[in-house]
């Protein structure tokens, strides 16, 4: 009977090693992987703050704002916390070069080539505000994409960062 209890025993004791054994290379491999390195392939655009910005229709003669909302696309989401800190030059760069030369509507509406125009446009002036080359392309929606600090339900990014959330 005592041989049948060692037994038992020395099975639990090995069993439970086990299951510690287990569960210590599970949680190592999870902490291994760090939140920034997990993020650099899946979540690699940075939305700044929605704002009204100057438009105008095709002549130029009426002056009018549209809302819009700038989605910045980085090579590495690690630079996200450099490019918000850096945010209010970024805007500033964006509200001088939209000024200069403002959105045009077209029949009172954006349309997706003039917001791609304006993309192609800024990510030159965008760049010389920030230290070296973070950002590989501008995206401009029409409409506001974050609130009150949540994803909107029309964002076509499915991992989008606002500089709230760093």
Known sequence: MNSRKRAKSTANRAAGKLVIFLAAFVLSATLQKSPAAARTTEENYIALRSFMAPASDGAGSSRKQTAITVILEVSDIRDASLICRYSPRIFDAIMIDIHKSPIVLSDGKLTEEALD?????????????????????????????????RTGARVPFSNLMGCHRL
């Open 117 to 149: 125009a304006i993309g192609n446009r800024l990510l030159g002036p965008l760049n010389g505000v920030l230290p070296k080359r973070l950002v590989s392309r501008v995206h401009i929606h029409p409409y506001r994409l974050l609130k009150k600090g």
